[in-house]
């Protein structure tokens, strides 16, 4: 282990698994501390569906596109503030305290937003469950990779990942399940209560980290968690490079501040890949898509509230599936080469998207003065009123499609598609519960608020689809991993409270405008700017994102005291040999 990198003989995934019968103690730290990640992942994925129902029982919601940003980024608000607090909890009480904290306010949000009668109070209960999803976001993974074996770290982080996409998926199947219940989103929002008790019952029977331990002079327990977790010689080992990272912490004493960070070349390094990743895994527009998926699958033309969630429960099973992808290649394949990958076929996915809304609004159904004309007079758009009859006429540039009347400006209008199908003329009424139940009351009706009927719809899912594929596995959990390793020990807590602060700020700034954008430039034209962002971010990975596979926490120090620009991600690693020096093991820069 020291010195260098592990050799993989074998697959990481199954000696991961195979564990569970050799040391079940390594899985119970591990899959108890996780718990955390599926709390941050239903939470988060939750509010997707809940906000379809939320928009139907409070009027000043519905069709307020900035209450409704409000109602989902105020999550991400209170992840940035509960983030910063944990990287200071984290060192000051311990990573376990940390973990607790957060299941408080996971419970203590899911009951005020489950009693709310009305959007102020679902505001209050969305800060209280980031402040906990932010504390959850840095703490759990954390944890867990300080109660790793070194050679299976990766693997067993990337559960936490796991956790928060099936988190996610789980939320979807709740939101399914209760779409005909009585209190639909008080049941969704609710829910998340459960698992934060099991979570803080499992906890309060485990034992603290045991580098936290050692770091604070407990060193008796943290030897004989390390003994539980680690073979005999293994765990002599752990104990002693131990010793060398704490005396060589003691032996400065200078205080912990940002100034002291940012003047550590080492520090300074893991401080820039740490922070970019967890950023630019924000910014190519992750959590457009975990946060509006049913309302994405709405503006590709799918009109029903149920219809939108089963269609999105789809990209959300493929978002699991990517994290247990993920465990199985990460110690594998290693995280730099697993973050190209996930980013090309990014960038492809978006490019599909843009491609297809870009077709889905230049080319919606005409709107028909004769269908507008069989509904009452009153419920016909304003705005298309005063254009007839040059709404039918293109070359006057009058002409109405049902992308202009979703846009139309004086007052808010819908579009009541012909009964004969879909893709042909349809009507332009105003948009209230009484014009809806007019246009369903006709046979082979829908009615569309969101997006327009297209025959290119199913394109869109496809579109969605790849892009999970291809984030999950990748940018989905290989920050995290990245942000739990890299860090020197003293510097530990603080700079990965510092990358999930980052994270949730490019979260926030994501969720609170991507309505905004939609409304303002197009879909297309968004999706667009996220594939631009993510041609930085595979730019940024192949510059600054070393590759930490295989080694111990304690040498990834020493890694960064001696790195060098790397483009040829693909070659092994070198290692440093017994005087210190760097041996190629295999093909390198």
Not at 44 to 65: E, M, P
Not at 79 to 100: E, K, M, P
Not at 460 to 483: D, E, R
Request: proline share 3%; with cysteine.
């Amino acid at each position: 282990m020291e010195g260098g990198v592990h050799e993989f003989d074998g697959s990481t995934f199954k000696e991961c698994f195979s564990l569970s019968w050799r040391n079940p103690y390594v899985l119970r730290l591990a899959f108890s501390a996780g718990i955390g990640g599926l709390l941050f992942g239903y939470d988060t994925g939750v509010i997707s569906g809940a906000l379809l129902y939320i928009r139907d029982d409070f009027r000043s919601v519905d069709r307020n596109t900035w209450l409704q940003e409000m109602i989902v980024s105020m999550a991400v608000a209170g992840a940035i503030i509960g983030a910063a607090i944990g990287g200071w909890t984290t060192d000051r009480f311990g990573r376990r305290t940390s973990i607790l904290v957060a299941d408080f306010l996971f419970f203590a949000g899911a009951v005020v937003m489950a009693s709310a009668t009305g959007p102020a109070q679902l505001v209050v209960g969305r800060v209280f469950v980031g402040l906990g999803v932010g504390m959850a976001s840095m703490t759990s993974p954390l944890y867990i990779s300080e109660a790793s074996p070194a050679r299976i770290r990766g693997a067993l982080v990337s559960t936490n990942g796991f956790l928060i996409t099936g988190g996610q998926f789980l939320a979807y199947l709740i939101n399914l399940a209760f779409t005909k219940a009585p209190g639909t989103w008080r049941w969704m929002l609710g829910v998340a209560a459960l698992p934060a008790v099991l979570q803080f019952g499992l906890m309060l029977f485990l034992p603290e980290s045991p580098r936290w331990l050692y770091r604070k002079g407990r060193a008796e327990e943290a030897e004989a968690i390390l003994r539980r977790i680690y073979s005999a010689e293994e765990a002599e080992r752990e104990i002693e490079e131990l010793k060398e990272s704490v005396a060589a912490e003691r032996a400065s004493s200078e205080k912990v501040s940002l100034a002291a960070l940012l003047r550590t070349a080492t520090v300074r390094r893991a401080l820039v890949a740490g922070v970019g990743l967890q950023v630019f895994q924000q910014l190519v527009g992750i959590n457009t898509v975990m946060y509006y998926s049913p309302t994405i699958v709405q503006l590709a033309g799918f009109a029903s509230n149920q219809t939108a969630l089963a269609l999105s429960l789809v990209t959300s099973g493929l978002n699991a599936l990517g994290s247990i992808v993920s465990i199985y290649f990460i110690d594998r394949t290693g995280r730099k080469k697993l973050l190209v990958i996930s980013l090309v076929g990014v960038i492809l996915s978006l490019g599909v998207l843009v491609a297809v809304f870009h077709e889905t609004t230049s080319h919606s159904p005409a709107v028909s003065a004769a269908e507008t004309a069989r509904f009452d007079g009153s419920l016909t758009c304003p705005d298309y009123r005063q254009q007839l009859p040059a709404a039918s006429s293109a070359s006057s540039g009058g002409f109405w499609d049902c992308t202009r009347c979703l846009k139309a400006r004086s007052t808010e209008c819908g579009f009541c598609s012909s009964g004969a199908g879909k893709l042909l003329p349809g009507a332009c009424l105003v948009s209230n519960a009484t014009t809806r139940d007019a246009c369903h009351g006709e046979a082979g009706r829908l009615w569309y608020t969101r997006g327009c009927p297209s025959r290119y719809g199913w394109l869109a899912l496809v579109g969605l689809a790849l892009y999970i594929i291809f984030f999950s596995p990748g940018m989905g959990t290989v920050p995290w991993i990245v942000n739990s390793e890299i860090y020197p020990l003293r510097y530990r807590g603080v700079c990965g409270g510092a990358a999930a602060t980052a994270n949730w700020v490019s979260n926030l700034a994501v969720a609170q405008s991507f309505l905004s954008l939609t409304e303002a430039i197009g879909v297309a034209w968004t999706f667009l700017i996220f594939g631009g962002l993510s041609v930085a971010a595979l730019a940024f990975v192949l510059v600054c994102v070393p590759e930490t596979k295989g080694l111990p926490i304690e040498e990834v120090e020493k890694m960064l005291e001696r790195r060098e620009l790397r483009l040829r991600f693909w070659a092994k690693p070198r290692a440093a040999d017994a005087d210190g020096k760097e041996t190629a093991k295999g093909a390198g820069v």
